[in-house]
């Protein structure tokens, strides 16, 4: 039988680990993740907040540049990170990069659900929002992105997960929750089959875009982080791209500066990954089983695993 959770006992997460892995993961220095990187694996560092946002921003456009009108390809991308996405305006306004010629492609990766529905963009949170206002605003009209060639998962999630067989998408960029999530993808609730045990790296690899149920972990560091702690602001359901459209995906990146997840949690999955242990209560860690996945980091946002007392 393995632990319950110690923050939300009716649902899996990284509290219920084995000790030694905890044990290991503690022990791990900067340098120490520095070396973890493997064959289909990469870790990166950086050591200014300017070069790391600058670097993820211009992932953007190498994908997008890819793009032709005969082999259309793009992007998913995320909202926490958000830094990026001015940047990656003003880089399309340079560089003068017309992403309509180049039938470029943009999946917004997940969206807030309230009432069964996706939420509209007059929602205070709407993801959908968040991308325009930073970026797509900022372009200039000439070099936008169709609006056909935005893809979101809200109404039919259906069509929305086709387009990962219509369209490459060159690139999954995103970040890691304080549950250790990418876009949505939450530890399921302890109930039922999974009463015992959490589903298998098998089995949760076979979820496709849908609504899910966000764990309270979830739900809380959203309300802290986009709502200035209103905890009532934030929906507790979401829909959100899978697994299943994740693995379509050429390459994942994930960045991680040190403002969402924490010393632990951002050692833990690092860890995870490469020595290729994938257990669907660490949801991140089942990207051991993805050919490429890079983990970046601001350096000096990483912190120290240990006793700290404020």
């Not at 900067?30 to 946002?53: A, C, H, N, Q, W």
């Not at 959490?198 to 690899?205: H, L, V």
């Not at 496709?208 to 739900?219: A, S, Y």
Request: charged share 25%.
């Amino acid at each position: 039988m393995r632990k319950r959770s110690v923050v939300a006992p009716d649902w899996w997460d990284y509290t219920t680990i084995h000790e030694d892995l905890v044990a290991e993961t503690a022990r791990l220095t900067v340098k120490d993740m520095e070396k973890l990187s493997r064959p289909g694996f990469k870790v990166v560092m950086y050591d200014t907040i300017e070069d790391f946002y600058l670097a993820e921003a211009l992932e953007y456009i190498e994908a997008w540049k890819q793009s032709t009108p005969d082999n259309p390809c793009g992007v998913c991308g995320p909202i926490g990170p958000t830094e990026q996405l001015p940047l990656v305006a003003r880089l399309v306004n340079a560089l003068d990069l017309n992403l309509g010629k180049l039938e470029a492609q943009f999946w917004g990766m997940d969206e807030w659900v309230e009432d069964g529905k996706a939420v509209g963009p007059e929602h205070p949170l709407s993801f959908a929002k968040c991308n325009d206002e930073l970026c797509f605003n900022h372009i200039r009209p000439k070099l936008r992105i169709p609006a056909k060639n935005l893809h979101y998962p809200g109404g039919d999630l259906a069509a929305y997960s086709r387009t990962f067989d219509q369209f490459k998408c060159k690139l999954m960029q995103g970040g890691q929750g304080d549950v250790k999530h990418w876009a949505f993808n939450d530890p399921v609730k302890r109930e039922g089959k999974y009463a015992n045990n959490p589903p298998t790296p098998a089995e949760y690899r076979k979820l496709g875009t849908r609504i899910v149920d966000l764990h309270p972990m979830t739900v809380m560091q959203n309300a802290r982080t986009s709502g200035g702690g209103n905890i009532a602001l934030v929906p507790t359901r979401a829909a959100t791209v899978g697994p299943l459209e994740t693995w379509k995906a050429e390459k994942v990146s994930i960045w991680q500066a040190g403002c969402h997840d924490n010393a632990f949690g951002m050692r833990l999955t690092t860890l995870m990954i490469s020595k290729r242990i994938p257990d669907s209560a660490v949801p991140m860690s089942l990207l051991a089983d993805h050919p490429n996945v890079q983990f970046n980091f601001y350096r000096p946002g990483i912190g120290k695993c240990e006793v700290e007392m404020h």
